[in-house]
């Protein structure tokens, strides 16, 4: 499984800031260390352009973040300093996740170790989010002929107001948002499914919820590419979280969420989203263990009478056209 880290480019932030900043280089160590992914497994991923950015984000927006004309107002919604490494970073941030939206056609699953950055609108970011990866993502995946009809499973614990506005109305994207309902965003957006959760709701509770709107999104959507925001932040030790998820009940999360792609032979791009508790070594494991399912279910397996082997997907019963490499995503 191919895996797209961004850590080398650090954005920098002023000391005691909230973002847990150090998790991406953590989780790519472990991950290295665990035997999970070995280095011919990683990649860094391109910048995003300005053509991909503008096929979700207005002109004048993606001009202003590059050209650091962002005002004192913008800056503090975001949550961020403006800085050359900041924009570098959510560049590559949103190339890791159309690494692994295009990736996934040929391998069924891949990974970007960063991204989940929902709250970003056409115009404004906000959350810590400056521009939209997982919209982004969908959209080259589209220009680029690797998927037709995306659907945005959305298990950070707070909603994805921002890809929920971005896709209003737009038929070819379904938002699935599985969240904290009295969480932020305070203003929540209307997604094509909300799954609304109260405080302190556990892992047998999660999970109904979330099995019951994965069925009821296939129902309605016919998919050809899942984009999974995995967010660490619905544990029961999270700063922000207000849910009772367990570690147990995460990984449960993750394998309900891949092994449904894999059961209906959708390629799915996994990305990292949210995670804020205390102890930054148990938002690593947490994603740490999304990667490790994300791994073992495209691993290939052998067949012992044929000696055959097979991943997550087999060739022509992927359910994606090939993909146009000389297409433009302009």
Same mark, same amino acid.
């Given at each position: ?48 352009? #300005? ?20 005002? +004192? +107002? ?10 050359? %490494?900041? /924009? ?31 709250? *970003? ?48 109305? @737009? ?6 948002? /599985?969240?904290? %309902? ?9 997604? @094509?499914? @909300?799954?609304?959760?109260? #405080? ?8 109904? *919820? ?13 998919? #050809? ?12 030790? #999270? ?23 894999? +059961?209906?032979?959708?390629?799915? *791009? ?14 690593? %494991? ?27 997907? @087999? ?16």
């Amino acid at each position: 499984m191919i895996a797209f880290y961004c850590d080398e480019f650090v954005l920098p932030l002023p000391p005691g800031h909230r973002f847990p900043m150090s998790k991406y280089s953590r989780l790519r160590r472990r991950l290295q260390d665990d035997g999970i992914l070995a280095p011919e497994d990683l990649r860094v991923p391109d910048a995003a352009t #300005d053509a991909q950015l503008e096929r979700v984000h207005t002109r004048d927006y993606v001009r202003r973040v590059a050209r650091g004309e962002l005002t +004192a +107002a913008e800056q503090r919604r975001i949550g961020f300093p403006w800085t050359n %490494a900041m /924009v570098e970073r959510s560049r590559r941030s949103v190339g890791g996740t159309i690494g692994a939206s295009l990736r996934a056609r040929d391998d069924g699953v891949s990974v970007n170790l960063a991204g989940g950055t929902h709250h *970003a609108f056409a115009d404004r970011g906000e959350g810590f989010c400056v521009f939209n990866d997982a919209a982004v993502g969908a959209r080259v995946a589209q220009d680029r002929g690797a998927a037709s009809r995306v659907m945005i499973v959305d298990c950070d614990v707070h909603q994805g107001n921002g890809t929920a506005h971005i896709f209003r109305d @737009d038929p070819t994207v379904f938002t699935l948002s /599985v969240h904290g %309902a009295r969480n932020y965003p305070f203003e929540k957006q209307a997604s @094509d499914l @909300d799954v609304p959760l109260d #405080d302190g709701c556990g892992d047998d509770d999660y999970l109904a *919820a979330l099995e019951t709107g994965i069925g009821a999104a296939h129902a309605t959507f016919d998919a #050809d590419l899942a984009i999974y925001l995995a967010g660490a932040d619905p544990y029961e030790g #999270d700063r922000y979280g207000r849910l009772r998820l367990t570690r147990d009940g995460l990984a449960a999360r993750d394998r309900l969420v891949l092994e449904d792609c894999r +059961a209906r032979r959708i390629p799915v *791009a996994v990305v990292m989203s949210g995670g804020y508790a205390r102890d930054i070594d148990d938002i690593v %494991a947490i994603h740490a263990t999304t990667v490790r399912i994300a791994a073992q279910l495209a691993a290939p397996a052998v067949d012992t009478m044929s000696g055959r082997r097979s991943g997550m997907y @087999d060739g022509d019963s992927v359910r994606t056209r090939p993909i146009e490499a000389e297409q433009t995503t302009s």
